[in-house]
């Protein structure tokens, strides 16, 4: 019924049949999701004079390239071309993607001015009456109107409207590409002024609209806009403010503006368990005056396997929690997100598959992962739930100044839930606040060694933040109680691993 409707529209309007089905097929396109701006759109052409909608549809660009030399475009399609040859030039992968479009100042100057003008000579007209200029359709939003749908079929994908709102599964695949004219004008329409015996030439700096905009502006003259003085900052000008707030010819526009287009992917998040098997790897990359920590780091370990098979930037590594350099991540792995940006390459799952094998078989076996995967944003809402409410298991080989005994053991294994107090630990104080925190001890028990009265491991399960070296040795009474207050002498611990994170994110690839 709409694509019935739209084509009635455009014969009265005496459109080509290309323009009609521009408009027939756009409009259908989005009349089911009751997008209000393309049935704007669609009213507002319906509403005007064939000459006027044709001249719509066949929008003309000149401008400068980033070498500087004039280009010529005649038509909304023929720059849609040049913008889908940088996306294929750039070797993106989208199924969908999102416009935005940006114009000079002084094109919507002069668009707000020569509204203001038709609204005083063709307010009464049918086609005109009872419009208002924030109902109108701008330049920027027609141009944007005119590029989106063969864009579509240039690049086989789906045109987003509102990306805030777009469905999560395609963000990942989702291209934002934004075209920019920086200047004065995109298309250069030149008209006369006659003021009794003077006559002024100008250029009007706009968005190519054909004779419509020649006809409209040869109208003018100067006796409508006598000294009066242009003006610059019109937020916030209503529509019945007097057309004498402008004056007309505008300042003379003697270059064609420059062009930028700009194509960026929204991220794509990795998410997965990494295990670190290493006491000299830091989490992520560690330089004290100019002088690197450690080996390696493993945020730059899995980072720079991702990065150059998707063929992006740059990436970010985040993680729940993080673990010293000298401290082993074991078990079932931490939870981490790499967001790879501007990717262009789409990760399947083969690709996921192989990028998991890389790292896990890297010779120095420093770092694994696990179950690797490909996440949406929501990626950061599964790390963060319940983070301040994990439990982690840590072994720890501690050394105590005495033999243990039997008694010790089951003396440890009693404690349940218990609450410490920690200060900040001196080891840390130079970059922490000092404060001092409330932890829990969820349950402890000692595994002997054998041949060793002295040494022993010690599992643990702890509330999240709980730092573990000072609680076994005090950190001279700065945490209490600990386990050489608890055993009544001196305890050292020499080794530290987290065997396990408690959180239900990334468990399974």
Same mark, same amino acid.
């Given at each position: 019924?709409?694509?019935?409707?739209?084509?009635?529209?455009?014969?009265?309007?005496?459109?080509?049949?290309?323009?009609?089905?521009?408009?027939?097929?756009?409009?259908?396109?989005?009349?089911?999701?009751?997008?209000?701006?393309?049935?704007?759109?669609?009213?507002?052409?319906?509403?005007?004079?064939?000459?006027?909608?044709?001249?719509?549809?066949?929008?003309?660009?000149?401008?400068?390239?980033?070498?500087?030399?004039?280009?010529?475009?005649?038509?909304?399609?023929?720059?849609?071309?040049?913008?889908?040859?940088?996306?294929?030039?750039?070797?993106?992968?989208?199924?969908?993607?999102?416009?935005?479009?940006?114009?000079?100042?002084?094109?919507?100057?002069?668009?707000?001015?020569?509204?203001? +003008?038709?609204?005083?000579?063709?307010?009464?007209?049918?086609?005109?009456?009872?419009?208002?200029?924030?109902?109108?359709?701008?330049?920027?939003?027609?141009?944007?109107?005119?590029?989106?749908?063969?864009?579509?079929?240039?690049?086989?994908?789906?045109?987003?409207?509102?990306?805030?709102?777009?469905?999560?599964?395609?963000?990942?695949?989702?291209?934002?590409?934004?075209?920019?004219?920086?200047?004065?004008?995109?298309?250069?329409?030149?008209?006369?002024?006659?003021?009794?015996?003077?006559?002024?030439?100008?250029?009007?700096?706009?968005?190519?609209?054909?004779?419509?905009?020649?006809?409209?502006?040869? !109208?003018?003259?100067?006796?409508?806009?006598?000294?009066?003085?242009?003006?610059?900052?019109?937020?916030?000008?209503?529509?019945?403010?007097?057309?004498?707030?402008?004056?007309?010819?505008?300042?003379?526009?003697?270059?064609?503006?420059?062009?930028?287009?700009?194509?960026?992917?929204?991220?794509? +998040?990795?998410?997965?368990?990494?295990?670190?098997?290493?006491?000299?790897?830091?989490?992520?990359?560690?330089?004290?005056?100019?002088?690197?920590?450690?080996?390696?780091?493993?945020?730059?370990?899995?980072?720079?396997?991702?990065?150059?098979?998707?063929?992006?930037?740059?990436?970010?590594?985040?993680?729940? &929690?993080?673990?010293?350099?000298?401290?082993?991540?074991?078990?079932?792995?931490?939870?981490?997100?790499?967001?790879?940006?501007?990717?262009?390459?789409?990760?399947?799952?083969?690709?996921?598959?192989?990028?998991?094998?890389?790292?896990?078989?890297?010779?120095?076996?420093?770092?694994?992962?696990?179950?690797?995967?490909?996440?949406?944003?929501? &990626?950061?809402?599964?790390?963060?739930?319940?983070?301040?409410?994990?439990?982690?298991? +840590?072994?720890?080989?501690?050394?105590?100044?005495?033999?243990?005994?039997?008694?010790?053991?089951?003396?440890?294994?009693?404690?349940?839930?218990?609450?410490?107090?920690?200060?900040?630990?001196?080891?840390?104080?130079?970059?922490?606040?000092?404060?001092?925190?409330?932890?829990?001890?969820?349950?402890?028990?000692?595994?002997?060694?054998?041949?060793?009265?002295?040494?022993?491991?010690?599992?643990?399960?702890?509330?999240?933040?709980?730092?573990?070296?000072?609680?076994?040795?005090? !950190?001279?009474?700065?945490?209490?109680?600990?386990?050489?207050?608890?055993?009544?002498?001196?305890?050292?611990?020499?080794?530290?691993?987290?065997?396990?994170?408690?959180?239900?994110?990334?468990?399974? &690839?």
């Amino acid at each position: 019924m709409a694509n019935a409707n739209n084509t009635e529209a455009a014969q009265q309007l005496s459109i080509e049949p290309e323009a009609a089905h521009v408009i027939s097929a756009t409009v259908e396109r989005h009349d089911s999701t009751g997008d209000d701006d393309m049935q704007a759109l669609h009213d507002v052409v319906q509403g005007l004079p064939s000459h006027v909608a044709k001249d719509l549809l066949s929008v003309g660009f000149t401008y400068c390239d980033d070498k500087k030399i004039h280009v010529k475009k005649e038509s909304a399609n023929d720059m849609a071309v040049a913008v889908s040859e940088l996306v294929k030039r750039e070797g993106y992968q989208i199924d969908s993607f999102s416009l935005e479009v940006s114009i000079p100042p002084i094109i919507l100057e002069n668009e707000h001015s020569v509204w203001l +003008y038709m609204k005083r000579k063709y307010g009464s007209e049918p086609w005109f009456e009872g419009k208002s200029l924030s109902q109108s359709i701008s330049a920027k939003d027609a141009l944007k109107f005119s590029l989106a749908k063969p864009l579509e079929t240039l690049l086989g994908a789906k045109w987003v409207l509102n990306p805030q709102t777009h469905p999560l599964p395609y963000f990942y695949k989702l291209l934002h590409l934004r075209v920019l004219w920086w200047g004065l004008i995109v298309r250069v329409v030149q008209w006369s002024v006659s003021c009794g015996d003077r006559s002024t030439k100008s250029i009007y700096g706009g968005v190519g609209t054909g004779n419509s905009v020649d006809s409209v502006l040869g !109208d003018i003259k100067c006796s409508d806009f006598s000294d009066v003085t242009v003006e610059r900052s019109f937020d916030g000008l209503q529509d019945n403010e007097s057309s004498e707030c402008f004056k007309f010819p505008l300042e003379k526009v003697n270059e064609a503006c420059h062009l930028v287009l700009l194509c960026s992917s929204t991220p794509i +998040y990795f998410g997965g368990r990494y295990l670190k098997y290493s006491r000299n790897v830091s989490q992520t990359r560690w330089i004290i005056d100019d002088e690197r920590m450690g080996e390696a780091s493993v945020e730059e370990i899995i980072g720079s396997n991702i990065l150059p098979l998707c063929q992006g930037d740059n990436y970010k590594f985040h993680a729940a &929690g993080r673990e010293d350099i000298d401290v082993r991540m074991l078990g079932s792995g931490r939870p981490f997100l790499v967001e790879v940006q501007n990717a262009r390459r789409l990760p399947s799952e083969a690709f996921v598959k192989e990028i998991e094998t890389n790292i896990n078989n890297l010779e120095n076996k420093l770092v694994g992962v696990k179950n690797l995967k490909v996440v949406g944003s929501q &990626g950061w809402a599964m790390m963060r739930e319940g983070e301040a409410e994990k439990q982690k298991q +840590y072994a720890a080989l501690v050394w105590i100044s005495r033999p243990l005994e039997d008694e010790d053991l089951d003396s440890i294994s009693s404690f349940k839930d218990m609450q410490i107090l920690q200060r900040t630990p001196i080891r840390v104080l130079h970059r922490r606040s000092p404060l001092q925190r409330e932890k829990i001890i969820h349950w402890m028990k000692i595994e002997r060694i054998g041949g060793s009265s002295q040494y022993f491991l010690l599992h643990l399960c702890t509330q999240a933040g709980t730092y573990i070296k000072e609680f076994v040795h005090g !950190d001279l009474g700065r945490t209490h109680p600990s386990i050489g207050s608890i055993l009544g002498c001196r305890a050292e611990i020499l080794q530290l691993d987290v065997t396990d994170v408690k959180m239900d994110c990334f468990l399974t &690839g």
